[in-house]
């Protein structure tokens, strides 16, 4: 009974087309009553091998979704769902049509690349390299994409980040969805380099450095990062305020030397 | 990820030292002494007498006649056949040795300490005692489905005494239960391994421990717990047991050590490089560097050297030069030199040919994220040389692909400090500050005050680690009894004197 529903949930899931995407929560939360109903929510030794299948494929199916509608909370929410179905040995959820275990992990690591936490990204990356193997995960294409674009991020190369996050070159449509994010990252970083390296910078070279359209694009970002730009070029106001601040560092540093030379002298007292 | 024998090996460091005399004792013989000094630590509520009987396990199990010994040694202590313990330990061991000691030899022992086995009425640290032994024998031969079991019921039957002196063995019996159950298949990386099984088990293990006050257990069960966390890769659980647990000041040093490199690597994992260098170091520190225990020692130091260029520091030359581990370290000297000249073409190479290596030791991932470290260092290298150089030859020289990218990493390097410079985005080159000198900045104090800070907190901890004898204070407070009982008596007699001279001597008191 609930399993049939299940099914038919499933098959509407599959053929729902993007402008009615809004329709899907309503139609998840039936299916998971249904799993509710049929004990399938959370794996057990005595769940049948069918409905694990039809369990994990509809988690897969609502964490696609929430990527879709932009909510990531619900999107992690399936993802730690599904982890239990992942760690299952393979001949147990049955014969499944496709799996989507590289795509959603791939877009989990995405999502903690995007709101920075690399520990977290590391973290499940060990993970996945402990229990897949490694030639599991570089035939992946999904996982691979986070991947490269941690690299790239952390070696400074950002102009590859551009590139990777350029329509062709994104393996699925939800993944599209943290190209934004993504290119606001690197552009933040790429401005905060640019204050440190540069003693000033060509507006129309600016424009290319920051991955910007129009020049006009240029000059509102520069003021929102409080720039100042003059004569056709940016000069970066902080260098100089960072510097006077360095000097000053100096000078208060007296502070910390009176404080651990006190601080030796009373520890010796009591060692002595 | 640490090799079991790394593990083992740690714990047979100071076995191996202290066999002494008993060596030359035939070892049933040894199992024999060894009850007495579990009765006697039983009777004094010393602990220090079990770890001596536990010490001579490594002799014992050289031994070639361990099974025999062993079924002596259970003969001995539970003489009738009939006895509930005697089966349980019987049960495993092989069926031809426990037949041919019906036979001949075991009687004349067995009516030896007849009589005053009879009265004993077992001790349960002694049949402990000699289930260690068969868990020993049964992993030395092989025989984990068979260990697993009977380990189980083992560590459940310790488990329910709860007696202070059964600590250590129990501790034992723990790290031979998940041992057994690592050596099961299908083996840990993968999810379905019984080390997850275990898990419940030991946590409740850690909790009756935590509950008892029962140092000993509790450190052992939670260095086997981030084990086997470990070993699934399941970091953030491992990192969630470290934060809701305290691992206990007491514990030996053994221990110490495991759980340092445990942490350093749960710690090396999540990106904290600073704190999991602080915890290798320690852990290298304080491993025994020679004997079974080398182990270990090359493990964490592989480990540390990988942190430590994930750093951005240069692991010491005389690391490499150690007699014992100049082979383990061989593919990670190689990397060192990579990373510290900057070529990123050498690194790669490096990896692919040792990846083998670098994966069995569970460093590979870690030495991935070093890509990055090798391109700084290049640039720095460049930096150094050159006061200009063109983006260009940034390019051509580290192997990077575009002259964007290379645009963008210097940018990056000097916004992290790696290098002081400046771009010239019109002409395309680099062009280096003159360095400043470094005794103008804070930066000698700081070094100086970091030093200082380690050795007072060395001194703290030695301060700390002082042992002193267990009944001391009774002592103290016995000569404190005494001493007031005498100055009663005094002041009587002074009151009495007082009565006989009439007026009272008052510094008699002040001497008191």
Redesign the interface.
């Known amino acids: 009974m609930a399993e049939n529903e299940l099914k038919q949930i499933l098959t509407q899931l599959d053929t729902l087309k993007a402008n009615n995407l809004s329709e899907a929560p309503k139609l998840l939360s039936r299916a998971k009553l249904a799993l509710l109903n049929l004990n399938a929510l959370v794996p057990t030794e005595q769940t049948q091998p069918q409905h694990l299948a039809l369990a994990a494929s509809l988690l897969e199916y609502g964490a696609l979704i929430s990527i879709r509608l932009q909510d990531t909370d619900a999107f992690t929410r399936y993802f730690q769902q599904l982890q239990p179905f992942?760690?299952?040995?393979s001949d147990r959820l049955g014969s499944r049509r496709q799996s989507n275990q590289g795509k959603v992990t791939g877009l989990y690591l995405l999502l903690l690349l995007s709101v920075g936490d690399?520990?977290g990204f590391?973290?499940v990356?060990?993970?996945l390299?402990?229990?897949s193997g490694?030639e599991q995960i570089e035939k992946d294409e999904f996982i691979q994409y986070p991947v490269r674009l941690e690299?790239a991020l952390?070696?400074?190369?950002?102009?590859?980040v551009w590139g990777e996050t350029k329509g062709e070159r994104v393996p699925s449509e939800e993944f599209g969805v943290f190209s934004e994010v993504l290119v606001n990252t690197i552009r933040s970083?790429?401005a905060?380099?640019?204050?440190?390296?540069?003693?000033s910078?060509?507006i129309s070279?600016a424009k290319n450095?920051l991955f910007l359209d129009s020049e006009g694009a240029v000059i509102q970002f520069a003021q929102s990062r409080g720039w100042v730009a003059k004569e056709g070029r940016i000069y970066f106001p902080e260098q100089e305020q960072e510097m006077l601040a360095a000097q000053k560092?100096?000078m208060s540093?007296s502070n910390?030397?009176i404080e651990?030379t006190l601080g030796?002298a009373r520890?010796l007292e009591t060692?002595v | 990820m640490a090799d079991k024998m790394d593990v083992d090996a740690v714990n047979g460091e100071r076995e191996e030292e202290t066999v002494g005399p008993a060596s030359d004792l035939p070892p049933e013989r040894i199992i024999i002494n060894n009850f007495d000094l579990i009765r006697q630590a039983v009777d004094a509520f010393d602990s220090r007498f079990i770890l001596r009987a536990l010490r001579s396990i490594s002799t014992l199990r050289k031994s070639d006649k361990f099974a025999e010994a062993i079924v002596q040694g259970v003969r001995t202590a539970f003489p009738k056949p009939s006895m509930g313990a005697r089966k349980v330990l019987e049960d495993v061991l092989p069926d031809n040795v426990t037949a041919m000691q019906n036979g001949t030899s075991a009687p004349s022992a067995e009516d030896k300490k007849k009589d005053a086995s009879a009265e004993e009425q077992q001790l349960p640290e002694i049949w402990a005692y000699l289930g260690i032994l068969v868990q020993v024998y049964l992993y030395d031969t092989q025989q984990f489905q068979e260990g697993a079991d009977f380990s189980t019921n083992f560590v459940e039957k310790i488990r329910s005494w709860n007696r202070r002196t059964l600590d250590q063995i129990g501790a034992k019996a723990y790290f031979y239960y998940a041992l057994f159950h690592e050596t099961l298949d299908p083996k840990p990386?993968?999810?379905?391994s019984p080390v997850i099984e275990v898990r419940p088990k030991l946590l409740a293990a850690l909790r009756s421990a935590v509950l008892r006050k029962d140092n000993d257990t509790q450190a052992a069960v939670t260095v086997l717990l981030l084990r086997n966390y470990i070993s699934?890769?399941?970091?953030?659980q491992a990192d969630l047991l470290v934060a809701q647990t305290q691992f206990p000041t007491a514990a030996t040093n053994n221990q110490v050590c495991r759980y340092l490199y445990y942490l350093g690597r749960i710690r090396a994992?999540?990106?904290?490089y600073t704190e999991a260098h602080d915890h290798l170091e320690s852990a290298t520190r304080k491993s025994p560097t020679t004997g079974p225990a080398i182990g270990f020692y090359s493990q964490s130091m592989k480990l540390q050297i990988v942190v430590e260029l994930l750093m951005g520091d240069i692991p010491e030359r005389s690391v490499f030069r150690q007699p014992a581990l100049e082979a383990a370290l061989y593919p990670y000297f190689k990397l060192v030199q990579a990373v510290r000249v900057g070529d990123l073409q050498a690194f790669l190479r490096c990896v692919t040919n040792n990846e083998g290596q670098f994966?069995k030791d569970g460093t590979?991932?870690l030495i991935l994220?070093l890509?990055?470290n090798v391109?700084k260092t290049g640039v720095r290298m460049l930096s150094l040389s050159y006061s200009r150089i063109s983006l260009r030859d940034i390019c051509t020289r580290l192997h990077?692909?575009?002259e964007?990218?290379a645009?963008?990493?210097?940018?990056?390097?000097?916004?992290d400090g790696v290098i002081e410079?400046?771009?010239?985005?019109?002409n395309g080159h680099m062009v280096t500050n003159p360095q400043r000198d470094a005794y103008?900045?804070?930066e000698p104090?700081e070094a100086f005050?970091a030093r200082?800070e380690a050795l007072?907190g060395l001194?703290d901890e030695c301060v700390m680690a002082m042992r002193y004898p267990m009944n001391k204070h009774r002592q103290e407070l016995s000569e404190a009894a005494k001493a007031r009982e005498r100055e009663r008596e005094l002041a009587k007699e002074i009151v009495e004197g007082e009565g006989d001279d009439g007026d009272g001597d008052e510094g008699g008191f002040e001497g008191m």
């Open positions: 992942y760690s299952l040995p690399y520990a590391h973290t990356l060990e993970g390299e402990a229990s490694k690299q952390m070696e400074g190369s950002y102009d590859k970083e790429i905060s380099c640019s204050e440190r390296a540069y003693p910078l060509p070279n450095l560092d100096v540093s910390v030397v651990n030796y520890k060692i | 990386p993968s999810k379905q699934t890769a399941d970091i953030t994992i999540q990106l904290a994966r590979y991932t994220r890509r990055q391109i990077i692909s575009s964007e990218s645009e963008y990493i210097t940018a990056k390097a000097i916004r410079a400046t771009l010239d985005h019109q103008s900045t804070t104090s005050h200082i007072l001194r």
